[in-house]
């Protein structure tokens, strides 16, 4: 029966899931392993269903544990606002998950969180960068908060909001001819060859979704995972790259890389994403907020 389970039990569950085995999830709870083991197992049993599936020593959480993931969120968080509804200090409190991916966790998260800081004296926040896709599959299975990411998501369990924008650019080399050429045309980019970053990036699918449908014939030379290694990759002449401004701007200002002006949009929004069925608490609605209105001061 459901009345029985408990908030430890919850924890458990929750912990299990986030740190992956019930040893990593013991030290995060300060409890021994078998505490944790028979928390689990007692939660299992009032519930009358296995949550997790056992393969090779490796608990795998099943459709029965993602059933639960959303009402154990939910009732921890709400928890914790009780606790805090009835104490003395009327702050916002709690840790907030971020995950970002790689442009705005690099180029706009810092300043971001630095003011949302400053504004509302919260320091306790983690951040996660990483590609859209894994932003996205780690807010699916409530390892994250809130995502920040650069490419739109249908995903069925995400809602995707929009909350700031950005410009793309394409760079090549300081010794390309082409940034010279007085008019320059899509066509001038025939035969080229790309560094593009990998499989689940925002960048990438702006790339391919943008630029590629528009050269006829182009080869992709490389494929890196971070922005740095494509800007030197360039540098060093071995193919263009598409990538935001933001994060290509130092090397355009320095001249390691030239950019190549096209008579193309390059304009590209960034997305916030929470998972439908995940409680907002009071941090992450201001955070949400905070972020709606940041991105109308940045735009002023």
């Known amino acids: 029966m459901t009345r029985h389970v408990s908030l430890k039990q919850l924890r458990v569950f929750t912990s299990i899931i986030q740190y992956k085995t019930i040893t990593a999830a013991a030290e995060h709870l300060f409890l021994s392993k078998a505490a944790v083991s028979m928390a689990l197992s007692e939660l299992e049993k009032h519930l009358g269903h296995a949550l997790f599936d056992r393969v090779n020593n490796r608990l795998i959480l099943n459709q029965e544990g993602r059933r639960l993931l959303p009402y154990a969120d939910e009732l921890l968080s709400r928890m914790s606002d009780l606790d805090q509804a009835f104490s003395d200090d009327h702050s916002l409190f709690g840790q907030l998950h971020i995950g970002a991916s790689d442009t705005i966790g690099n180029q706009v998260a810092p300043f971001l969180l630095s003011q949302f800081r400053q504004q509302y004296q919260h320091r306790s926040q983690t951040l996660f960068i990483s590609n859209s896709a894994l932003i996205c599959q780690k807010l699916v299975d409530y390892e994250l908060d809130i995502g920040l990411i650069e490419g739109k998501t249908h995903h069925p369990q995400l809602i995707s909001q929009p909350f700031s924008q950005d410009e793309m650019c394409i760079i090549c080399a300081p010794t390309h001819p082409l940034p010279s050429q007085r008019s320059i045309q899509l066509v001038d980019l025939e035969h080229s060859e790309w560094i593009l970053r990998e499989a689940g990036s925002g960048t990438r699918e702006f790339f391919l979704r943008t630029v590629a449908p528009r050269i006829e014939h182009w080869h992709e030379t490389f494929e890196l995972n971070t922005t740095e290694a494509i800007i030197n990759s360039v540098a060093a002449g ?32 960034f997305w916030l994403l929470v998972h439908k069925e995940k409680y907002q608490s009071p941090l992450l609605q201001r955070f949400m907020e905070y972020c709606y209105q940041w991105e109308s001061d940045a735009s002023r």
Do not use: N, Q
Not at 245 to 269: C, F, N, Q, T, Y
């Open 238 to 269: 071995l193919g263009f790259a598409c990538l935001s401004r933001l994060a290509a701007e130092s090397a355009i200002d320095s001249g390691r890389v030239k950019m190549v002006e096209l008579p193309l949009d390059m304009k590209r929004r």
